[in-house]
């Protein structure tokens, strides 16, 4: 959530973001906004899709908040998106900047947002799901070692849908980056399962 300048403006939810300098590149400016806007600090982000419509911004509260926050609120904006793959336990956004809060919300949560942005957010949940296989960007969100229990729990939150169990254990044992490890579980109160862990040569080949 934003806070203007303007205290007749309404504060306004919205994803973190601003204006790329002039002497920077685009995956250096996703980094600088994120931790100015959040702190949260080695992220990893990819960019997925750049936002350009001409109208993008018309709405009267939106044109309203810029005026208070931005000297050149007229001038044309095109967004470029990226998502970024954080486990919610290690990071903790704070405030900065003009950002008055900064918090993590449940995406069933997530109402209107300020601009395009509920756009943008769909925009990155479908390259997150099309880019969890091609990509092998599941290796980002899980930790070194893992069950395949938890493999399969991340496809179905990202993916947004159930697969049965026999049948996905079956396709893992298919994945040549996936390697079954000599270790179980440690600590745990049911029966240990086995370790996996992610093989980096086959994910980068």
């Known amino acids: ?22 002497d920077e590149g685009l995956d250096e400016a996703a980094a600088r906004v994120l931790y100015e806007l959040t702190q949260l600090n080695g ?4 960019q997925f899709h750049a936002f350009g419509d001409p109208n993008r911004v018309k709405d009267l509260k939106d044109r309203a908040w810029l005026r208070s926050v931005r000297t050149q609120p007229e001038q044309r904006v095109v967004t470029v998106g990226y998502f970024g793959l954080v486990s919610l336990h290690d990071f903790n956004p704070k405030p900065a900047s003009f950002a008055g809060s900064a918090d993590w919300i449940d995406l069933q949560d997530i109402g209107e947002l300020a601009f395009d942005h509920n756009e943008i957010l769909s925009g ?32 179905e939150v990202v993916l947004e849908k159930k697969f049965d169990k026999r049948n996905f254990r079956k396709n893992v044992k298919k994945m040549s980056h996936v390697v079954p490890l000599d270790e179980k579980q440690q600590g745990v109160m049911h029966k240990p399962a086995q370790l996996f862990s ?8």
Request: no cysteine; aromatic share 8%.
């Open 1 to 22: 959530r934003t806070e203007p300048a303007d205290s007749n403006v309404k504060p306004m939810s919205q994803l973190p973001g601003d204006l790329i300098l002039l």
């Open 43 to 46: 992220v990893y982000l990819k």
């Open 124 to 155: 990155a949940i479908d390259a997150l799901q099309s880019q969890l296989e091609s990509q092998h960007i599941s290796f980002e969100l899980l930790p070194k070692k893992f069950t395949i229990s938890q493999l399969q729990s991340l496809y």
């Open 198 to 205: 992610f093989n980096r040569d086959e994910l980068e080949s």
